[in-house]
């Protein structure tokens, strides 16, 4: 079978799978996208429940995620239809908050820290001379260790620890602060603080992240010629002497120049058990829990975000003020903890338990909903290494925010993997 110059095939439709299928077809590269389930989106969908378009996580989104917001200008999704952008402002309910002055970075930062309400001067001194000293080794570490151990092995007090650092290593790497890579927390530190002030800002999005990415770049991939299928699992790929076949239940075998596989780790054995990649993806995964808890709609929060340190709530989403959806709060709960050994109702409960706790005025909900994602990240564990996305085997590449890079698993992570494996086809 002769195969053409560039016949590309994209298994998996995430983020990553979407964004190199968008940049293929631009390209004008015969491209043709694969998916096993029949919506788009991997981890970054919609879910409906009692008529309203929820997320099956609630995502926070920075300034310095600068390919998203390119590929969102790309494919016509203007940024004040999709995102609410908030200057840095943190409100960890009674215990501290935060807010970014009108200043160059990192002045912004630093100075907001001055006067962060609910740190004494020792901790905020404490936390200045922990960036200042970061900037001074540009944001890079010789070696690779837990974040935990970075903060301790540079003074950085208990409590400061529990109101700040922790929230946002939870927020970013979804991984307990006793394990995860300081150094790509400091990345991120890096590109959100270090940079320009607005790269710091809070994009929180106002639409469902069907609404806001896979729909809008699926319809620029078709409108730019490149195919998509869903309902196409693909079972395993074959080697053949013009490129790879691959095989779907009942399907015909369809061969390819290039292929890039961009589903989650877990599924790539399965997918490439034909073929000699030798590549190591055995990742410890973290979960992501959302509970959605729907009050009377005259129910508001006193800001669109606030953060809890004291219980099992870790974030809360006033979903009213964010996107319309009034009395509807979401409360995320990353990484593993006690949580995970309640039941659905049980959890449900607690956090609603606890936002009474906080915010005596609410009432009791009309309803609630837990959306859990047993695996939604791969634990970003210090000195962790992540597979190349060029494979051993010629014209087949790995797609991914697991893949090597400077990010955890984040939306930009997902969609810097997937452009990056596009350039690599192209330039094959």
Known sequence: MDVPLKRVAIIGAGLAGLSAASKLAEAGINVILFEA??????????????GQS???????????????????ASVGVLEKNGLLRLPLAL??????????????????????????????????????RFFVWLKTKRFKLSKDETLLSLLKRKNQPARLIKCLWEPLCLAALNTPIAT???????????????????????????VDLSALLSEPIAEHIKKH??????????????????????????????????VVIA?????????????????NTAFDYQPIYTVYIQYQSH?????????????????GFDRGQLCGQVGL?????????????????ALADAVIEELKAAFPYLPSPEWHKVIAEKRATFACTADLKRPAQQTRIKNLYLAGDYTEGDYPATIEGAIRSGLSAAQLVMQS
């Open 329 to 345: 709060i979401s409360v995320i709960i990353s990484a593993e903890g006690v949580h995970q050994t309640l039941s659905q109702q």
């Open 91 to 128: 409100h960890m309910h009674e215990s501290f908050s935060l807010k970014a002055k009108n200043l160059p970075a990192p002045l912004h930062l630093l100075f907001g820290l001055l006067s962060a309400k609910g740190l004494s001067w020792l901790e905020r001194f404490a936390a200045i």
């Open 299 to 315: 129910i508001k929060l006193p800001n669109v975000m606030t953060g809890f340190t004291q219980g099992i709530a870790q974030w």
């Open 263 to 279: 589903t989650s780790p877990h599924h790539l054995h399965a997918i490439t058990s034909q073929l000699d990649i030798a590549t």
């Open 180 to 206: 995860a890579s300081a150094q790509t927390y400091l990345n991120v530190l890096r590109d959100s603080f270090n940079q320009n002030k607005t790269d710091s800002d809070l994009l929180l999005p106002k």
């Open 37 to 50: 389930a029949p919506q788009l989106g991997g981890r970054a969908r919609k879910v409906v429940w009692k």
């Open 54 to 72: 929820l997320d099956n996580g609630q995502h926070i989104l920075l300034g310095a995620y600068q390919q998203t917001l390119q590929l969102m």
């Open 225 to 258: 010629g490149g195919k998509i299928a869903v309902n196409s699992a693909v079972s395993h790929i074959e080697k053949t002497t013009n490129g790879f076949i691959l095989n779907m239940a009942g399907k015909e075998a369809t061969e390819f120049s290039h």
